[in-house]
C-alpha cells in the first residue's frame, strides 16, 4: 500500500514567517511529487512539482526533496494572511499514472 | 494547462437515485481520473478513464456503484448509482498536463 504522510496541524504562524510543511512517502520509486493548496469549499489548484533531489524556488515558495530520506517539503516564505488553506503533498503513482494524495496540512496565518 | 468544466458544481439528492457527473477537457487527454473527497478528508481515486476501454477502478470502488464513460479524449462521466447518505462527498475529475495535474471545480454531493 504506497502512502503519503503529513502532519494535519492545524499550523499556525504569524503574518510574515516562514511557514514549513512536511511529507513523507513509502515507495521509494516514487519521481514526481506535487504540493497543492485548497482553499475551503474549492478544488486543489498546484503550487510546484519537483522531481529531482534539492531545492526548487518559485517565488515565495520552495518545495525541498530528499529521495533518500523519502521526504518532501513545501517552505512559504513572507507568509499571508491569504496563504491560509489546507496544503496538500502528492505523489504520482507509477500503476496508473494517477495521484496518491496526504491528508493534507491546514495553515493558519495570523496577521 | 488543461481547463476543466465539471457540472453540476453542487446537487442533493435523494437516497435511492443516481446521479451523472460530467467533466469537459478543452484539450485531448489520454487519461481521467476520478476521485472523491469525503468530508474533512483528503482525495481519494476512484478509478482512470482512459477512452475506448473499461475503466479502472480503485480497491472498494466497483463499476455497479460508480459506472464511468469516456465516450472520447475530452469528456468523461462518473454516475454515483443507487445512493447513499454514505456518498455524501465532493466528486472530482483531474488530467493531467504539462505543468501537473489540473482538477475540475468539484461536484459536492449531498444524499438526504
Known amino acids: 500500500q504506497k502512502e503519503v504522510e503529513q502532519n494535519s496541524g492545524p499550523l499556525s504562524v504569524p503574518e510574515g514567517a516562514i511557514a514549513s510543511l512536511n511529507c513523507t512517502y513509502s515507495?521509494?520509486?516514487?519521481?514526481?511529487f506535487f504540493w497543492y493548496r485548497q482553499y475551503s469549499g474549492k478544488s486543489p489548484e498546484l503550487i510546484m512539482f519537483?522531481?529531482?533531489?534539492g531545492d526548487k524556488e518559485d517565488g515565495r515558495f520552495t518545495a525541498q526533496l530528499n529521495k533518500a530520506s523519502q521526504y518532501v517539503s513545501l517552505l512559504i516564505r513572507d507568509s499571508q494572511p491569504s496563504d491560509s488553506a489546507t496544503y496538500l503533498c502528492?505523489?504520482?503513482?507509477?500503476?496508473?499514472?494517477?495521484?496518491?494524495f496526504g491528508k493534507g496540512t491546514k495553515l493558519s496565518v495570523k496577521p | 494547462s488543461a481547463v476543466i468544466s465539471q457540472k453540476p458544481s453542487r446537487d442533493i439528492c435523494q437516497r435511492g437515485t443516481s446521479l451523472t457527473i460530467q467533466c469537459q477537457v478543452d484539450?485531448?487527454?489520454?487519461?481521467m481520473f476520478w476521485y472523491r473527497q469525503q468530508p474533512g478528508q483528503s482525495l481519494t481515486l476512484i478509478a482512470t478513464a482512459n477512452q475506448g476501454s473499461e475503466a479502472t477502478y480503485e480497491s472498494g470502488f466497483v463499476i455497479d456503484k460508480f459506472p464511468i464513460s469516456r465516450p472520447n479524449l475530452t469528456f468523461s462521466t462518473l454516475t454515483v448509482s443507487n445512493m447513499s447518505p454514505e456518498d455524501s462527498s465532493i466528486y472530482l475529475c483531474s488530467v493531467q498536463g504539462y505543468y501537473g495535474y489540473t482538477f475540475g471545480s468539484g461536484t459536492r454531493l449531498t444524499v438526504v
Open positions: 484539450s485531448q487527454v489520454t487519461m
Open positions: 515507495d521509494r520509486g516514487s519521481q514526481s
Open positions: 502528492a505523489v504520482r503513482s507509477g500503476s496508473q499514472g494517477n495521484l496518491i
Open positions: 519537483i522531481y529531482s533531489n
